[in-house]
């Protein structure tokens, strides 16, 4: 005798399809695509506060959850709210699916914030800089030109600088407007009359041409100007932002001599990030498990990352390498730009509706 099909009740059907709904976005947002907002100025003008993109996964291959017990779609918090959203009671080795290609340098990336401690690898902030070193290179900045290689460093087609512009007059928040330079991009002397202005070389030139502009200079720090905040830490090699390196970026296989110098550029780095339980620095030496370390084999690549907003990006050069480990993804795709300055359609920058990120 043939029982007749019990009808789900509408309060099921909606939570089945809730549940479905779920894990379909999970398995998309890992395997797949992830969105991504910009949320500052270090990458303009490239890409813009308020870009809404995609992150693609298997460009570099999808990342195996280090940390699996978490509840979905939330990163570090519940929405909401400051309660934990993982534990991690359970840690899975670093492990990537197969991917279309490597970290090509250029490409812009979105990876985990390397210095957030206090999370686990994969749930640290995510943030979006340029590749500009892949493994194995040789980094150098000289009075604000990236060097890699030994070779001028190609630049992204609309890379900011920092300026010092002044006028002989007051000027509005609608006058930058006209340059294309928002609110959040110029800041006031006390003498009412100079500025310190984020933009392009075009835009500066284009300013130049304005007969209230007395005049306008790039800021750019000197050789040998020791910047305490630079990587390594307590180097005292006289590098800062516009004058940094030579840096080589560690590769997975790379054997290096332990010496002094060594252990000063790349002891950082081996202690967080390569994995070891027990890891001392003391002397001029690294130690590991007790044990000195005369020559170190590093187990993973690093990349070195920079904003196109060269003057106003806290990067690689004042935190250091960002492992592979650490990498979530290639930027992809725009597929919505707000400005927050405007209001209604206005607010929705139309021309940069899917366009690529390069």
């Not at 480990?325 to 209001?343: I, M, P, Q, R």
């Amino acid at each position: 005798m043939s029982q007749s099909k019990i009808k789900k009740s509408a309060t099921r059907e909606w939570l089945d399809a809730l549940v479905f709904a779920v894990v379909a976005a999970s398995l998309i947002r890992w395997l797949l695509l992830e969105p991504f907002t910009i949320p500052t100025a270090s990458m303009e003008k490239s890409l813009l506060v308020g870009d809404f993109l995609f992150v693609s996964k298997m460009h570099y291959g999808t990342r195996i959850p280090k940390t699996p017990l978490q509840v979905p779609l939330t990163h570090q918090k519940i929405w909401g709210t400051e309660i934990q959203s993982y534990s991690d009671a359970i840690q899975i080795p670093y492990l990537r699916l197969p991917g279309f290609s490597d970290i090509e340098r250029n490409d812009v990336v979105v990876f985990n914030f390397p210095i957030e401690f206090q999370y686990p690898s994969d749930l640290k902030t995510n943030y979006i800089k340029r590749a500009v070193g892949i493994s194995g290179d040789i980094i150098e900045v000289k009075q604000g030109e990236l060097i890699v290689n030994g070779a001028v460093a190609p630049k992204p087609e609309e890379m900011q600088y920092s300026y010092d512009l002044i006028a002989n007059r007051p000027l509005t928040v609608d006058f930058f407007a006209d340059y294309d330079i928002n609110q959040e991009s110029f800041l006031s002397f006390t003498n009412g009359v100079g500025y310190m202005v984020f933009g392009t070389d075009q835009m500066m030139e284009r300013l130049r041409t304005s007969p209230v502009v007395v005049s306008i200079t790039k800021r750019i720090e000197g050789p040998g100007v020791n910047d305490i905040r630079i990587f390594p830490a307590n180097s005292n090699y006289g590098w800062n932002a516009d004058n940094f390196g030579p840096l080589q970026i560690p590769a997975k296989d790379w054997t290096i001599e332990m010496t002094p110098d060594n252990v000063m550029r790349y002891g950082f780095t081996i202690e967080k990030y390569e994995s070891h339980k027990n890891v001392e620095i003391r002397d001029a030496a690294l130690f590991i498990d007790g044990q000195k370390v005369d020559n170190y084999t590093f187990k993973q690549n690093y990349y070195f990352m920079m904003g196109d907003n060269r003057h106003d990006s806290l990067d690689s050069r004042f935190w250091g390498f960002v492992p592979e480990d650490h990498v979530v993804g290639k930027a992809w795709f725009l597929w919505l730009s707000l400005d927050k300055y405007e209001s209604m359609f206005n607010k929705i920058r139309w021309s940069r509706f899917f366009k690529s990120i390069e």
